[in-house]
T-cell receptor, first 114, second 117 residues
């Protein structure tokens, strides 16, 4: 995708609440990939998931789930029963740069309060 | 597998000095490495693409004489910030591509936090 938009700049929730992080993409490609990364305060990027454009099945991994909808060009990420350790900045990304690099959204800072 | 390291993880230097940051792929050969910069509370922006054995490709607005990139081997790329100034203070992250294994995947280093005083 050539553009990735994360409209939510910051979200604050109380522990155990569910939270959804939005990601909308724009692409001219018929085949593409979408990624989600977590960046805790330490700064290191933690890979969460990669989906390709052929697979629209929703993915669930523990408390994490992803909803990929080509009709709305969205790839949203839901954390169920949030925990304080989920506090981080979350980035949606796609390899759409001219050099094959990842294009990142602006990120959503999630704060989970006890 | 597919581990990327960066060194140093944190560096503080005085204005006017040069700093070298290393990015290594520890268990695979990376034909392409990417250098990203992240300012506080901002997203990651590509600075340059480093291909082994050839000159790096810089993004628009990135000064190639200031940010020297060398990709001398398939496991090492270096970014040298020359004559650093406080505005160069940032978080620098590299990633490596391993096309033989997966052309779509990038493996990120842990990042280097540069502070220029």
């Amino acid at each position: 995708a050539q553009k990735v938009t994360q409209a939510q700049t910051e979200i604050s929730v109380v522990e155990k609440e569910d939270v959804t992080l939005d990601c909308v993409y724009e692409t001219r490609d018929t085949t593409y990939y979408l990624f989600w990364y977590k960046q805790p305060p330490s700064g290191e990027l933690v890979f969460l998931i990669r989906r390709n454009s052929f697979d629209e099945q929703n993915e669930i991994s523990g408390r994490y789930s992803w909803n990929f909808q080509k009709s709305t060009s969205s790839f949203n990420f839901t954390i169920t029963a949030s925990q304080v350790v989920d506090s981080a900045v979350y980035f949606c990304a796609s390899p759409g740069g001219s050099q094959g690099n990842l294009i990142f959204g602006k990120g959503t800072k999630l704060s989970v309060k006890p | 597998g597919a581990v990327v390291s960066q060194h140093p993880s944190r560096v503080i230097c005085k204005s006017g000095t040069s700093v070298k940051i290393e990015c290594r792929s520890l268990d695979f050969q990376a034909t392409t490495m990417f250098w990203y910069r992240q300012f506080p509370k901002k997203s990651l922006m590509l600075m340059a693409t480093s291909n082994e054995g050839s000159k790096a490709t810089y993004e628009q607005g990135v000064e190639k004489d200031k940010f020297l990139i060398n990709h001398a081997s398939l496991t090492l790329s270096t970014l040298t910030v020359t004559s650093a100034h406080p505005e160069d203070s940032s978080f620098y992250i590299c990633s490596a591509s391993y096309p033989v294994r997966d052309p779509w995947e990038q493996y990120f280093g842990p990042g280097t936090r540069l502070t220029v005083t």
